[in-house]
DNA sequence: TAAGCTGAAATTTTT
DNA sequence: TTTCAGCTTA
């Protein structure tokens, strides 16, 4: 590849530069793949190697070359992080405003701006609901009643995911009875989705699902409509392609049919290695398949990284050759090889998260931020341990992911008033708030209105509006809901007046729904009162009420103006994308890691996934990596021992320093009452941490329950503290027999005949 | 109608 | 062990 531009003069004229700057900087790969813009590329980037640099750059390049309007880009990822910083990566790399890509965002909110263009053709008026997984599940429920399947036997949830799963593969109620009749309540399952298709159609709204599945069917049914997209989007590209399922590469093709295969201009950018959304649908397929698909791809691969050190890079790399069936990339760096990496293996998961503490004050003594650390657990559940260990000593730490904002029960009350004012037959929203705050409308009532509304097919507003009339409700509820509906018509009759921002705000009020919060004692109540705060806050940018609400269920995120020195602590899953010059990586068990249910679900599959997951794991890491193991946690309540992860068998020894944790055992007091007094110190801590939110560590906290290890302890195992001595010959369920050489309370080091020394609790050794 | 109780279940979760 | 949803009782 060149270095020198062949397309000088529009650059140099629009952006007043001699050369296009945007290219500078990238290695030849790089520049390939930023140059390449006719024809199908794909782009295999692996971690660390400047994937959305590529992207942005390439993006920057058609429009500097004036191959294509910026309206004349599709541009699709994941998420709206994703997507907004790609936004500002391109402001910044040429200076165009954000505002001129309208086509870039996720597949989601893509497809909804499609839908709602066309929103006739398949059903929907231009302002349908999109509706959230709440509602979604409020609605399956209202079926299965209506179908009389026992929801015990078939919980709503389940169906909800069931039919995920259909529409992530692409399937229309049609073609599932085909396929997968009988998968939930005898059969019934086509029926069910059919009927949930039909009432979201009669309720004006679409679920995540449909965003994508009824834009394919547009553009199949409307070949027209397709062929405009086709003239429209000269350039495609796709972020994170390894993630793709089915439904979106449906939508894809269609929209890259314009031209024949080979010369279709679409350039997807992905990681086969860092696909860990199997189990949500997402088909690595796709990426493998890509040439197949695009006869003539040409293909590119980033392999040099500007992340990690080479040790880092030496471990992820020999652990992840381990999977079958990739399309290969072997990452290099030009970095030193860096402090090798660090195995622990600690007693039991307390003291796992000790250990980490103590080695982030290490690091923090060394000059190290808070910032620059992160945990990164496989299970959600692993992280109270830490949170409360960081409580007792004082480490500020914040938890990403997890209940988003607008997941929040006040966030979504809050919409539901705010969609029923815009929309008053949006009867799930009405179905959530009816009662909230309360009104003295419980089930029965609103049972009733439910089943008048479906009895003569009218929105349950309606319902309310001729049941007040009549004397079938007693009087309380007739007036309570005749005081309700003329405040709902006076807030719709204003949303056309007032600013979304101010109707809000008067609403919340009006309705009753702050002060109940005012009211409320919790702990959380005021935390709530915050996010509504923000959420009206937050509508100051918009003109209207339609416009803030299609906003909101496709992008609206807590913005995180955490500027706080912390430790994150996420799951793996939450850590793609990210990077941290420390991290650690606990819990590095079989079972937990890799998933024993992986395991058992997708077999081969679920654990070649698992491993991808560990690769993600390690590769986030510039610096340092921390894998970190427990002999023995407590799952579900019971203590389980558990056998050292697989991967860390793949791990090359070379890079890999084991530490030697044999001082560690027996070094805490785990049975003095002290640590009872030391929990106090951590309610102390609680305002310094102000920022860290809903974990379920503040949830112990707040709820005033300092349980210790100690108490849980004792409790579980008084019937066995005894009873052993030194010398005994004893058996294991999975180690087999060995004799006892030390007692420690209720940890023995026993000498295994088949695996050698272990420290085991005694109420895994029998006598 | 609303608080308390009981029993089943328990990964990962971009939109 | 914890959590949550649905059921029972005041």
């Keep these: 590849m060149s270095d020198s531009p062949n397309n000088p003069n529009p650059i140099t004229s629009q952006f007043g530069q001699k050369s296009p700057n945007y290219l500078k900087g990238l290695n030849p790969e790089q520049r390939e793949a930023v140059t390449s813009i006719d024809g199908p590329l794909l782009v295999l980037a692996g971690a660390g190697t400047g994937k959305t640099r590529v992207l942005t750059t390439r993006i920057a390049h058609i429009l500097a070359s004036h191959l294509a309007e910026s309206s004349q880009i599709l541009s699709v990822t994941f998420t709206n992080k994703a997507a907004l910083e790609m936004k500002q990566r391109i402001g910044k790399l040429i200076g165009i405003s954000v505002e001129g890509m309208p086509w870039m965002g996720t597949f989601h909110s ?80 086509d029926k069910l989705y059919a009927d949930y298709q039909q009432r979201l159609t009669s309720l004006n709204a679409a679920d995540f699902g449909d965003l994508l599945l009824l834009c394919i069917r547009l553009f199949r049914e409307n070949p027209d409509i397709l062929a405009q997209y086709h003239s429209r989007f000269k350039y495609m590209l796709v972020d994170e392609y390894q993630d793709s399922n089915v439904a979106q590469y449906l939508w894809l093709r269609l929209l890259a049919q314009g031209k024949p295969a080979h010369l279709a201009n679409i350039c997807v950018v992905g990681d086969d290695d860092q696909s860990i959304y199997g189990w949500r649908g997402a088909e690595v397929d796709n990426i493998l398949r890509f040439e197949k698909d695009f006869p003539g791809a040409k293909t590119i691969k980033l ?111 809050a919409l539901a008033y705010l969609r029923l004012t815009h929309q008053q037959s949006f009867d799930l929203a009405l179905e959530r708030i009816i009662n909230v705050p309360k009104r003295g409308l419980g089930t029965t009532t609103v049972k009733f209105i439910h089943e008048t509304a479906r009895a003569q097919n009218i929105p349950m507003m309606q319902a309310i509006r001729m049941l007040i009339e009549t004397e079938e409700l007693g009087a309380k509820q007739r007036n309570t809901l005749s005081f309700l509906i003329s405040q709902f018509d006076d807030w719709s009759a204003r949303a056309t007046t007032t600013s979304p921002f101010e109707l809000a705000g008067a609403i919340f009020d009006e309705s009753g729904y702050t002060a109940m919060w005012k009211d409320e004692k919790t702990a959380d109540a005021p935390g709530r009162l915050e996010n509504l705060k923000e959420l009206v806050n937050f509508m100051q940018d918009f003109e209207t009420l339609a416009e803030f609400l299609e906003h909101i269920s496709l992008v609206l ?74 002999q023995n946690r407590r799952i579900h309540g019971f203590w389980k021992t558990a056998l050292p992860s697989r991967f860390l068998d793949e791990l090359p020894p070379a890079a890999v320093e084991v530490t030697d944790t044999g001082s560690s055992f027996g070094a805490h007091n785990y049975g003095g009452s002290n640590s009872n007094k030391n929990s106090a110190s951590r309610y102390d801590k609680k305002d310094a941490l102000d920022d860290v939110y809903e974990t379920p560590g503040w949830k112990r906290m707040r709820a005033n329950s300092p349980k210790t290890i100690d108490g849980e302890f004792t409790k579980n195992h008084e019937h066995t503290s005894t009873g052993f001595r030194i010398t005994q010959q004893v058996t294991h369920l999975k180690f087999g027999i060995g004799t006892i050489t030390s007692i420690e309370g209720k940890k023995l080091t026993i000498n295994f005949d088949r695996v050698g020394r272990k420290k085991v609790l005694d109420s895994f050794v029998k006598g």
Excluded: C
Excluded at 147 to 155: F, G, L, T, V
Excluded at 589 to 618: C, H, T
């Design 557 to 630: 995120d807590r913005a995180n103006n955490d500027n706080s020195n912390a430790v994150s602590i996420m799951t793996l899953h939450a850590a793609k994308g990210l990077e941290f010059n420390n991290i650690f990586l606990p819990g590095w068990e079989e079972g937990l890691f890799p998933s024993q249910r992986s395991l058992d679900e997708s077999g081969n599959k679920g654990l070649e996934e698992e491993r991808r997951l560990a690769y993600v794991g390690i590769t986030r890491a510039k610096k340092k990596a921390f894998i970190s193991l427990a």
């Design 110 to 189: 893509i497809g909804a701006k499609i839908l709602r263009r066309h929103a006739e053709l398949v059903g929907l008026k231009p302002n349908f609901t999109i509706l959230d997984t709440d509602d979604q599940i409020r609605l399956i429920k209202q079926l299965l009643t209506a179908e009389h399947i026992d929801e015990k036997r078939w919980p709503a949830r389940q169906f909800a995911s069931i039919m995920d799963g259909w529409k992530n593969r692409g399937l229309l109620p049609s073609d599932v009875k085909s396929s997968h009749a009988g998968m939930f309540a005898n059969g019934l399952g």
């Design 303 to 413: 392999e040099r990284n500007y992340r990690s050190t080479g040790n880092i890079l030496a471990a992820a790399s020999s652990v992840i050759s381990n999977n079958e069936g990739r399309l290969g990339k072997t990452l290099h760096t030009d970095d030193e090889k860096g402090e090798k990496l660090q195995v622990t293996s600690l007693w039991d998961s307390e003291e796992e998260a000790r250990h980490t503490a103590e080695q982030i004050e290490q690091l923090q003594r060394n000059g190290q931020d808070l910032n620059s650390m992160a945990i990164l657990v496989r299970t959600s559940a692993q992280m109270r341990e830490f949170e409360e260990v960081f409580i007792k000593l004082g480490i500020n730490y914040r938890v990403i992911g997890g209940a988003k904002f607008y997941e929040r029960r006040e966030i979504r009350d």
